[in-house]
């Protein structure tokens, strides 16, 4: 996988923990991560950032789905890449767990249940497994 090469931490400080996941792209990306094989193209992970967003079928949405792939792509993937949480191979667009994905399943796990419970947000009742984040790529 020729990946974007980046200097990243051993691992991340909670400051840093609560900056990444401070926005709901974020948190939903990664709760989309933890949903697939890896790597997955950012167009996947764009549907479901939508349907968690809306809370319904994505085509129903294709210019919000537009809005938030630009979104993903020039704003929460760079951050999530910078800090390590994940590897972006622009080549095919996809993306994969980085090393410091794992620094984040504690906080991840306390705002999922805020998430997907939230009411009147729509967002979906699908479980998410988290533990997946603890496993890194090695290819």
Do not use: C, F, W
């Amino acid at each position: 996988m020729n990946t974007q090469e980046t200097e990243v931490p051993d691992s991340l400080a909670l400051d840093d923990q609560l900056s990444l996941l401070s926005s709901r792209y974020r948190r939903y990306l990664l709760y989309g991560l933890s949903k697939y094989t890896t790597p997955v193209s950012l167009a996947v992970l764009t549907d479901t950032v939508t349907g968690l967003e809306h809370g319904a079928p994505v085509d129903q949405y294709r210019d919000e789905r537009l809005d938030i792939y630009t979104a993903l792509y020039h704003n929460h993937l760079p951050r999530l890449v910078d800090a390590g949480v994940v590897r972006h191979d622009p080549s095919d667009d996809t993306v994969d767990i980085g090393p410091n994905a794992r620094s984040l399943v504690p906080l991840l796990e306390s705002t999922i249940e805020h998430d997907l419970s939230a009411g009147g947000d729509g967002l979906s009742r699908e479980p998410v497994d988290i533990d997946s984040l603890h496993r890194e790529r090695t290819s």
